[in-house]
């Protein structure tokens, strides 16, 4: 069936280092995906997304990566900072009989250490 | 731009009540995705309504329901209560038609079942 995992449930780094959140997906048929943060007591909240097409694509300090071989995607996030602390989710977009549907990940906890 | 909103922010309910949970999209997006999210754990994608109509349901029993007003704003519907319904209810919209997958979320409401 479809899944979307993390690799680490949690991921401690010092500030100012880079940040490599890991997430893999089974659904050879996802088409795309999005990183998403979520905040203690908030809901979450968009950071990057990438589709199907496309291998790399970057943002503000962020950048996400899509290796299609090995059905795996990362969120690298460049010089990290305390404001960066929070749980980051992977999501998937797949078409079920339903319609599109996004299935997220367990999520990672990021903790920034000053 | 008004963000989604969902109402109440708290609720305290007991085994075997019933609850309603609100949530507003954003202007112009059509779809209201509900989702379900215990304490520490990832997001469990519960109901998708577009138009008005149920387009897609998760792995949940019955007991939860939902529905659409022609405005677009949704509720969700929790009869008969157990202990393990405890979580945050998060409540996503998205523009069906031109737009991105991205959904746009709002704080949740956190529903503790005693």
């Known amino acids: 069936g479809e899944s979307v995992g993390l690799h680490l449930p949690t991921l401690s780094v010092q500030e100012g280092d880079n940040s490599i959140i890991n997430c893999a997906y089974s659904?050879?048929?996802?088409?795309?995906f999005i990183w998403y943060k979520q905040e203690s007591g908030k809901g979450p909240q968009f950071i990057i997304d990438?589709?199907?097409?496309?291998d790399k694509r970057q943002g503000q300090r962020v950048t996400v990566l899509l290796n299609k071989t090995v059905k795996h995607l990362s969120l690298q996030i460049a010089a990290t900072q305390p404001g960066d602390s929070a749980v980051y989710f992977c999501?998937?977009?797949?078409?079920?009989?339903?319609?599109?549907?996004?299935?997220f990940g367990t999520g990672t906890q990021l903790k920034v250490e000053l | 731009e008004a963000g989604v909103t969902q109402s109440p922010t708290h609720l305290i309910k007991t085994r075997g009540q019933q609850v309603t949970l609100r949530c507003s999209p954003i202007?112009?997006?059509?779809?209201v995705y509900w989702y379900q999210q215990a304490l520490g754990l990832g997001l469990q994608f519960l109901l998708w309504?577009?138009?008005?109509?149920?387009?897609n349901r998760g792995n949940f029993p019955p007991r939860f329901s939902g529905r659409q007003f022609p405005n677009y704003s949704s509720e969700l519907n929790v009869n008969a209560l157990e202990l393990e319904d405890s979580a945050l209810y998060l409540c996503?919209?998205?523009?069906?038609?031109?737009?991105?997958?991205?959904?746009?979320f709002g704080p949740g409401t956190r529903l503790t079942v005693t």
């Open positions: 996503a919209s998205r523009q069906r038609h031109g737009g991105s997958y991205e959904q746009y």
């Open positions: 659904n050879s048929a996802s088409d795309y």
């Open positions: 990438i589709r199907s097409n496309m």
């Open positions: 999501a998937e977009n797949g078409v079920t009989g339903g319609g599109n549907k996004l299935t």
């Open positions: 202007s112009g997006h059509t779809s």
């Open positions: 309504y577009d138009e008005g109509e149920e387009r």
